[in-house]
């Protein structure tokens, strides 16, 4: 079984459409969306749930309102202004403390300081995963809660899950939509990968994602290839990109051509591959023989 991980520098590089049309001309795969803070391939790929369960990457602090003396040490304490003293009355004092979820950190202090033992401590729930069927095979997804952290350890999960199923169905490949950037769900996505394809456009930005991306890649050792995307908008530019990735041992295989079928076929909720079968498709049919021949 085979991993490939699609990212980029940043997003609206084409990586989500890439990840989509790669699912249609795959054959045996299952697909992943690690791409959790803002999951998109499911736009496309219109998946079926079949299961769903609740995502929790850590704990957060609850006051138990009957237990609570109001003496205010909890506020005292936390460093990150989540305590308010705004809580119903008990028949103890007339108002208590609460915590406001959204600006707990989890870190515990409240609780171990706590004279009276009236701070529960338990799973946040975070967001939720999903496992479900698509037109091109089985699809595992997931979406963060609204201002939730921990989506390094949700993208784990979502490739933990994907290889178990290709592994439980015989699937020969896993597609991963990676997230773009080079921050913890990145890392999270291409860890133990066998190939990253990173996406780029032909602009100075573009080029700077380039080598950030580049450089985290090298540094886990991890073979990667890069496609320059909308690359006859700046020819010059496109040709530096490969220059730079031709000099770092990566090769650019393939270059896209900027085509609005690709947002047509968005649209339409469908892959580039199913809305037309011009000149962009054989492009993408091209990189994509490139990218099954380098993981073999």
């Given at each position: 079984?085979?991993?490939?991980?699609?990212?980029?520098g940043k997003g609206g590089t084409g990586k989500t459409s890439l990840a989509a049309a790669f699912a249609g001309l795959a054959k045996k795969a299952v697909f992943a969306d690690c791409d959790v803070d803002a999951a998109d391939l499911h736009l496309v790929l219109e998946p079926?749930?079949?299961?769903?369960y609740d995502f929790s990457g850590g704990k957060r602090a609850a006051i138990v309102t009957e237990k609570c003396i109001g003496c205010g040490k909890?506020?005292?304490?936390?460093?990150?202004?989540?305590?308010?003293?705004?809580?119903?009355?008990?028949?103890?004092?007339?108002?208590?403390?609460?915590?406001?979820?959204?600006?707990?950190?989890?870190?515990?202090?409240?609780?171990?300081?706590?004279?009276?033992?009236?701070?529960?401590?338990?799973?946040?729930?975070?967001?939720?995963?999903?496992?479900?069927?698509?037109?091109?095979?089985?699809?595992?997804?997931?979406?963060?809660?609204?201002?939730?952290?921990?989506?390094?350890?949700?993208?784990?999960?979502?490739?933990?899950?994907?290889?178990?199923?290709?592994?439980?169905?015989?699937?020969?490949?896993?597609?991963?939509?990676?997230?773009?950037?080079?921050?913890?769900?990145?890392?999270?996505?291409?860890?133990?990968?066998?190939?990253?394809?990173?996406?780029?456009?032909?602009?100075?930005?573009?080029?700077?994602?380039?080598?950030?991306?580049?450089?985290?890649?090298?540094?886990?050792?991890?073979?990667?290839?890069?496609?320059?995307?909308?690359?006859?908008?700046?020819?010059?530019?496109?040709?530096?990109?490969?220059?730079?990735?031709?000099?770092?041992?990566?090769?650019?295989?393939?270059?896209?051509?900027?085509?609005?079928?690709?947002?047509?076929?968005?649209?339409?909720?469908?892959?580039?591959?199913?809305?037309?079968?011009?000149?962009?498709?054989?492009?993408?049919?091209?990189?994509?023989?490139?990218?099954?021949?380098?993981?073999?």
């Amino acid at each position: 079984m085979k991993e490939l991980v699609i990212i980029s520098g940043k997003g609206g590089t084409g990586k989500t459409s890439l990840a989509a049309a790669f699912a249609g001309l795959a054959k045996k795969a299952v697909f992943a969306d690690c791409d959790v803070d803002a999951a998109d391939l499911h736009l496309v790929l219109e998946p079926d749930i079949k299961e769903e369960y609740d995502f929790s990457g850590g704990k957060r602090a609850a006051i138990v309102t009957e237990k609570c003396i109001g003496c205010g040490k909890c506020q005292e304490m936390c460093r990150f202004d989540a305590i308010n003293f705004n809580g119903q009355g008990n028949d103890i004092v007339e108002k208590t403390f609460t915590v406001d979820p959204v600006s707990c950190e989890g870190c515990k202090v409240c609780v171990e300081f706590c004279p009276v033992e009236a701070i529960e401590f338990e799973d946040a729930v975070n967001g939720r995963w999903f496992i479900s069927d698509t037109r091109f095979g089985t699809m595992v997804h997931a979406k963060l809660g609204i201002a939730e952290e921990n989506s390094g350890k949700l993208v784990s999960l979502i490739r933990k899950e994907a290889k178990k199923i290709a592994t439980d169905t015989e699937k020969d490949l896993i597609i991963v939509d990676g997230s773009p950037g080079i921050g913890c769900p990145v890392i999270a996505s291409v860890t133990g990968s066998d190939l990253v394809l990173i996406v780029t456009e032909p602009t100075l930005s573009g080029k700077h994602d380039l080598e950030r991306v580049a450089k985290l890649t090298s540094g886990f050792n991890i073979p990667a290839l890069v496609c320059i995307n909308k690359s006859d908008l700046n020819t010059e530019m496109a040709a530096n990109i490969e220059k730079y990735a031709e000099s770092h041992g990566i090769k650019v295989a393939g270059k896209i051509r900027y085509d609005e079928a690709f947002t047509k076929a968005q649209i339409m909720r469908a892959t580039v591959l199913e809305y037309t079968g011009g000149a962009i498709s054989q492009d993408v049919k091209a990189l994509w023989r490139e990218v099954t021949y380098a993981l073999g």
